[in-house]
C-alpha cells in the first residue's frame, strides 16, 4: 500500500518538517498545497485553509516552487502531486499549475470544476466544463502528468458516476478522478464498489478522511435538517475497511493521500496513526 500526505491537513509544519514527518510515519508521496497566504492571514495561528505553512505560493519564483522539490528529496520522499483551487475555464492558472508540477516532478495534479447551488443550469455547466478539460487534456498530455477531477461535494461532480460522466470523454492518461469517500458523505455517496467499477481505468487517486451526520435543525415533519462535519478516520459514516476492499477488488494501486480535518491529532501523530490504521483496515475481513 502507497500512502501519501495532502499538506493541506498539516498547516502547522514547514516543507521540511513535513516531508521528515511523513518519512517517520512511513508515507511516500507529498502532495503539495499550492496557494497563496493572504497577508492577513500571516499572523494568525496556523489553519487548514489560511495560515497553511505547507503552501507553494502560486506567485512565487521557480526557486521558490523548488524549496518544495528539495525537502522531498533530502528525505526521500516523492512529490507526488501539486494541488490547487482552480476555476474552471481558467487555462492560464491551469497551465501555471502544470509547470509547478512539471518542475517539482509530480504526477498530478487537480483541476478546478464549477459549484452547483441552484442558481445555474447543471447542463450548462456540465458543458462548460467539457470544453475546458478538453483543452487541459492537450495541456496535461503535452505536460506529460494526469489531472484529476475529484468528487466534491457542491460541486457538479459529487459522485463517481457525475464525476465518470466529465472524464469519460477523455484519454485516462491524461484526465481522471481523484475519489474522495470523506467528501461523499456530505453528498454523493453511491455504493462504493459499483462507483469504482463505473470509473474503471479513470480512477487515479484517493483521499482518505472521514465525516459524519448530526441533526441540526428539528423543525416540523418534512422540515428536519441534518448537517455534517468532519470525524476522525474510525469514527465516521466511512466504512474504510470496506472501502479498502472494493478498491483491492477493482484492481486499485495507487496511492492514498490522508486529508484529515477533524483535528483530533496534531500533525505529525495524525501521519502516524493514518499509517497505522491504514494497515489496520488493510488486513481485515470484509464483505
Not at 24 to 39: N, Q
Not at 213 to 241: F, N
Not at 254 to 276: C, K, N, P, V
Amino acid at each position: 500500500m502507497k500512502l501519501s500526505v495532502f499538506t493541506v491537513a498539516t498547516p502547522d509544519l514547514t516543507p521540511e518538517e513535513l516531508a521528515k514527518a511523513a518519512m517517520d510515519a512511513g508515507i511516500e508521496g507529498i502532495e503539495w498545497r499550492f496557494k497563496e497566504v493572504s497577508p492577513e492571514a500571516a499572523d494568525e495561528s496556523p489553519s487548514f485553509w489560511r495560515n497553511n505553512r505547507c503552501s507553494i505560493d502560486p506567485g512565487g519564483s521557480e526557486e521558490e516552487w523548488l524549496r518544495f522539490k528539495r525537502a522531498a528529496e533530502l528525505y526521500g520522499r516523492k512529490s507526488l502531486a501539486v494541488v490547487p483551487y482552480l476555476t474552471c475555464g481558467d487555462l492560464e492558472a491551469t497551465d501555471s499549475v502544470m509547470k509547478a508540477a512539471a518542475l517539482l516532478g509530480a504526477s498530478f495534479i487537480r483541476i478546478g470544476i464549477p459549484g452547483y447551488d441552484r442558481t445555474s443550469n447543471y447542463n450548462e455547466l456540465y458543458a462548460q466544463t467539457v470544453a475546458y478539460l478538453t483543452e487541459v487534456e492537450q495541456m496535461a498530455s503535452s505536460y506529460r502528468l494526469k489531472a484529476l477531477v475529484e468528487t466534491h461535494h457542491q460541486t457538479i461532480a459529487p459522485s463517481a458516476s457525475l464525476a465518470y460522466r466529465l472524464v469519460r470523454h477523455f484519454h485516462p492518461d491524461h484526465i481522471g478522478v481523484l475519489y474522495d469517500p470523506g467528501n461523499m458523505v456530505h453528498e454523493g455517496y453511491e455504493n462504493y464498489r459499483m462507483g469504482l467499477e463505473l470509473l474503471g481505468p479513470y480512477l487515479a487517486h484517493v483521499h482518505v478522511k472521514n465525516g459524519g451526520y448530526h441533526r441540526a435543525i428539528a423543525g416540523g415533519p418534512g422540515k428536519a435538517v441534518w448537517g455534517t462535519s468532519w470525524s476522525p478516520l474510525d469514527e465516521g459514516a466511512v466504512p474504510w475497511a470496506q472501502v479498502i476492499a472494493d478498491l483491492q477488488a477493482v484492481g486499485y494501486d495507487g496511492y492514498f493521500g490522508i486529508e484529515d480535518f477533524s483535528g483530533t491529532h496534531a500533525s505529525r501523530e495524525m501521519l502516524i496513526q493514518f499509517a497505522e490504521k491504514m494497515e489496520l483496515w488493510t488486513n481485515l475481513k470484509t464483505v
